[in-house]
């Protein structure tokens, strides 16, 4: 089984910045594309950044110019690193992975990420 493992949440400023990273072990044939969610308390998980294979990119809206996702293929790594971070930030960050066979999609732990003064 495919294991996705996060880490570098933390409790950080307004404005401040951290970089997540996510390592992926296991078997793994096919990886089509890696990513975060994240989800605060009360409200639905909701797409942060995306990665594919293709090195194609997307964002959420609302980190769009603050947050960049980025890869390390020969670590089965993928990284976020967040800028300019808000308040509203807050919220406990996934790894997902998405590959070409059963279960198809892969969930990490989740790390906590705190923006307060």
């Known amino acids: 089984q495919v294991q996705l493992v996060e880490s570098g949440g933390g409790l950080v400023q307004p404005g401040g910045s951290l970089r997540l990273s996510c390592a992926a072990s296991?078997?793994?044939?096919?990886?089509?594309?890696m990513g975060w969610y994240r989800q605060a308390p009360g409200k639905e998980r909701e797409l942060v950044a995306i990665?594919?294979?293709?090195?194609?990119?997307n964002y959420a809206d609302s980190v769009k110019g603050r947050f960049t996702i980025s890869r390390d293929s020969a670590k089965n790594t993928v990284y976020l690193q967040m800028n300019s971070l808000k308040p509203e930030d807050t919220a406990v960050h996934y790894c997902?992975?998405?590959?070409?066979?059963?279960?198809?999609?892969?969930w990490g732990q989740g790390t906590q990420v705190t923006v307060s003064s």
């Open positions: 997902n992975a998405v590959g070409s066979s059963y279960p198809y999609v892969y």
């Open positions: 296991g078997i793994i044939f096919s990886i089509n594309r």
């Open positions: 990665i594919t294979n293709y090195g194609s990119t």
